[in-house]
């Protein structure tokens, strides 16, 4: 009954490595697959074989014979006889071993026979330990030189590897602080005889820090890499695999990462599986393996992520998938209109697929988009992280993509509370709510403006977001002519956030704003707060750049030359940017990039647009992208110098980054 098994196994075989040899005559390819039909019933490692001659199938195949032999294994020292449940590795110089020692032998470096020194043409070599074993798969594998690895699909990705759930056993007074709200007024007082038509409340909002002393201090991570390896990737493999295997060796145990490929089509090379043990070992093998051919196609690549996320059996509490492209999207479309690009995506990225509003309010994985080199596509790119929640990156040169996985890491692994949302009461009569501009965060304005929400969603470790709330004041009227010097309560702020372990709902603590209301001010009552000024320029700074993308998308840098040199002085006369503010000078800074990569038509197509996009993707979600050129970040004494490598960039962004960039300066092998 074993032999039966085996004659069907070996059979299998033979039509899985057909594509690998041309036999030169029937006869020949019948004893390829014939010959030493009896083998053990123990069932043998997966085999790789890898080889360069024509008679490679005749030798996999006596590799799989266990022939009785009193010879012994030139390694091991102990017997090659027949049914011990190993695998014998026949060498074209006539010496056997058993194939696991060999193997093992192979993987260190040496090519060689270790009883005669010959070379060898044919060389074993032994696949990663999470490829399909003989009992999932029914069927053997085989490779050839410079071809990347068969991996066979399953029809559902069910596969995932499970982790303890850590959410379980965890006492409530071991788990993270919650979330801290400040308020500041624009002034401290208004006059009681005027009203105040847009008065402004900065809102800030920051999230603890990592508690490195908690058993589980963050969230667990699913992230899935959706990696191009098109042709135009054949140059820059070296430095993307040394990127993707930083990312394998900075996740934890209970993160899990599965690794999606596409060219002209899509392939899941690797399951999600943990980044411990053999699972890190695995990745980093199926890393190194890959190779550069065929077009491009990012929907079949993200299609694939997004079934990965889609159908796992577990699900960590934050899922996530990193995009990296470095070319326009040939396969899908031959449009550069954004909607009708969006719509080629899952409901799962872009809800606005489905009819369904059931559905459609259903949460999005963020992608979190990556586009290298001066031929991706990036408005493609920004569109499909700006809708699905995610950040865009200009990596400008492939040398700082490490760094930039670098940052998007250091903040995706140290996710400490989720689903914030803020909530905004007017406090007296008359105070009513105008506007709640949030960039790319869901906000809502009603009671007739006596109410607001701003929808926050995932905080990192030591995150710092700042919202202005904007309010009409009615006129204080005074009592029997005398001088009004009471508070007027204006807002009372709270909210709300998730443990990003426990999931449990937890209220945060708010604050009420309140203003003087005398009938004169003194000079002080009219000297504004530089944190809401400084706020209320880095609105109008984005606002601006904005619009001026729109025009240079209509041919008219001329025009967008104009307006952000109008809003370059608009900006250095405000009193926080006198103020040496240092939100104000990076804004400056940032102004005058953009006017230098608008200058022409040819600068903008090259790097001006993707330069533009990353920064409008960056303020809208207030979080860290990388754009142009990395900078080394300082750790001098001033505190503030970590913001002035990168706007939004949080200290565990910051230690992560630094990692990188002294990786990157250690000598190598």
Not at 26 to 46: D, I, K, Q
Not at 602 to 618: F, I, P, Q, T, W
């Amino acid at each position: 009954m074993a032999s039966n098994a085996w004659r069907k196994l070996k059979k299998s075989l033979k039509s899985k490595l057909s594509f690998l040899s041309t036999p030169r005559s029937p006869t020949n390819h019948t004893t390829a697959t014939t010959e030493n039909p009896r083998l053990t019933t123990a069932t043998p490692p997966l085999l790789r074989t890898i080889s360069s001659s024509s008679s490679f199938s005749s030798r996999l195949s006596r590799s799989f014979s266990l022939h009785s032999s009193t010879k012994k294994c030139a390694i091991c020292l102990t017997s090659l006889k027949k049914g011990q449940g190993q695998a014998i590795f026949y060498a074209e110089c006539s010496h056997h071993f058993h194939f696991n020692c060999i193997a093992d032998n192979v993987k260190h470096g040496n090519l060689r026979c270790p009883v005669c020194r010959s070379k060898w043409k044919d060389v074993p070599f032994q696949a990663p330990k999470n490829a399909p074993s003989f009992q999932r798969s029914g069927s053997l594998h085989a490779y050839v030189p410079n071809a990347s690895p068969v991996h066979i699909e399953p029809d559902h990705f069910s596969d995932d590897e499970l982790v303890p759930d850590v959410s379980q056993g965890q006492p409530s007074s071991s788990r993270p602080h919650a979330i801290t709200v400040k308020t500041l007024p624009e002034y401290p007082a208004v006059s009681a005889s005027e009203s105040f038509s847009k008065f402004g409340v900065l809102v800030r909002v920051l999230a603890p820090p990592l508690d490195n002393t908690l058993p589980h201090h963050r969230a667990p991570i699913d992230i899935v890499n959706v990696l191009d390896v098109s042709g135009s990737m054949a140059g820059k493999l070296i430095l993307l695999k040394r990127a993707v295997n930083f990312i394998i060796q900075n996740l934890g145990p209970s993160d899990r990462l599965s690794i999606v490929t596409f060219s002209s089509s899509a392939r899941r090379i690797l399951p999600l599986r943990t980044m411990s043990g053999s699972g890190r070992e695995d990745a980093i093998s199926v890393v190194n393996s890959l190779s550069a051919t065929g077009g491009t196609n990012i929907v079949a690549g993200l299609r694939k992520g997004v079934r990965v996320l889609e159908e796992r059996r577990q699900h960590n509490s934050v899922a996530s998938i990193i995009l990296l492209s470095d070319g326009c999207d040939t396969q899908s479309h031959s449009t550069h209109n954004r909607l009708e690009y969006l719509k080629l995506l899952p409901t799962l990225i872009f809800p606005g697929n489905n009819a369904s509003g059931e559905e459609s309010r259903q949460p999005t994985f963020p992608i979190h988009t990556f586009g290298f080199g001066l031929d991706h596509d990036s408005a493609a790119m920004h569109a499909i992280s700006d809708e699905s929640g995610g950040t865009f990156s200009f990596i400008e040169s492939i040398d700082i993509l490490q760094d930039a996985f670098a940052r998007c890491i250091g903040g995706l692994t140290s996710i400490v509370a989720r689903d914030v949302q803020l909530k905004v009461r007017s406090a007296s009569p008359g105070v009513q709510i105008l506007s709640t501009p949030s960039g790319r965060h869901k906000n809502k304005i009603f009671d007739q403006g006596h109410q607001a929400t701003i929808d926050i969603g995932d905080l990192y470790a030591e995150e710092e977001k700042e919202f202005l709330v904007f309010l009409s004041i009615p006129v204080f009227p005074a009592v029997d002519g005398e001088e009004m010097l009471e508070n007027m309560p204006l807002v009372d702020v709270s909210g709300f956030q998730k443990d990003s372990v426990s999931m449990d709902t937890v209220e945060v603590e708010g604050e009420r704003v309140e203003i003087r209301r005398p009938q004169f001010l003194s000079s002080t009552d009219r000297v504004p707060c530089l944190e809401v000024d400084r706020q209320r320029n880095r609105l109008l700074v984005t606002e601006t750049i904005a619009k001026t993308q729109r025009m240079a998308e209509m041919g008219d840098l001329k025009g967008a030359q104009a307006l952000l040199a109008e809003q370059l002085s608009t900006l250095l006369s405000t009193a926080s940017a006198q103020a040496g503010d240092d939100l104000c000078n990076r804004l400056e800074a940032e102004l005058k990039e953009t006017r230098k990569r608008m200058e022409t038509r040819e600068l903008y197509e090259r790097s001006g647009r993707a330069y533009v996009l990353s920064g409008m993707s960056s303020h809208s979600w207030q979080r860290a992208a990388t754009r142009g050129p990395s900078m080394p970040i300082s750790s001098g004494g001033n505190s503030d110098m970590r913001r002035t490598a990168t706007s939004y960039e949080t200290p565990p962004m910051t230690t992560m980054v630094t990692k990188s960039q002294n990786l990157n300066l250690a000598p190598r092998e």
